[in-house]
């Protein structure tokens, strides 16, 4: 990743992911779960998650990996991985789990894996051949990777009305542009195809993932506004740049999700993509 992209995670969106992460978790499992049930783990299985966060989704692992399987989660966000260390110091869960701090275009991976999964962590890469061809480079031979990414913003309300709420506000620069690094990067089907099959992946399969995402209870409808812009790493700058937008700007963003709530909860479409792929024999 870029420095500035280093910078993001490492500093407040990373410092927000901490501080909300039992909240972004709750959210995002089910997106997680749909691509980690492809990967049919077992037993004495060693397993990559990358872009792992705050580690719910390594402890997952773990547990399907259970007995003999071991799993190391990797994240450029210093925050989130001292984080998620934390959480299984002095646990026996923990026994088969590592974590640590690892850029994935541009530092080795302590494979050899049997398997690679991601929860929304491929998104943000300057060079996604570069990073995925150093993922396929830690799987043995034949090895699968599985992962859940994000169609396009218009696809993902759940995303784009609170943050573009906020933006305007903060008279932002809106989403990045198609391709580049960020939440929608790989929303075009056919280039998340050809990216890994010039990284050393075949039997590509790419399928609808799962359709909505519940941000959390109605009743807490000003604390989930707030949590969807200081995740984002767009909107987040702009928050601390302009402290005296701030507050408008979740305002906004519960007005915007105020239309949005359904039996109590406030609920909103999602569009994802689950991608399959396999190391291609050496």
Known sequence: MSASQAGIWSGPVGDSWVRNAAAYDRALEPLGRAALDLLELGPHQRVLDVG?????????????????GSVVGVDVSRPMIEYARARISGETEGENVEFAVLDVEKDDLPGPFDAAFSRLGVMFFDHPTVAFANIASSLKARSRFAFVCFKTPSENPFISIPVEAALAELNGPGMPPRGAAGPFSLADPDMVRGLLESAGFESVVISSGPDEVT???????????RQAVEQNPVVMPLLISNAHAREAAVEAAATALRDHVHTGDVRLGAGTWLVEARVADR
């Open 52 to 68: 792992c966060g705050t580690g719910t989704t390594t402890l997952e692992i773990a547990r399907r990996v259970h007995p003999g």
């Open 215 to 225: 941000l959390g209870p109605a009743s807490e409808l000003d604390d989930l506004a």
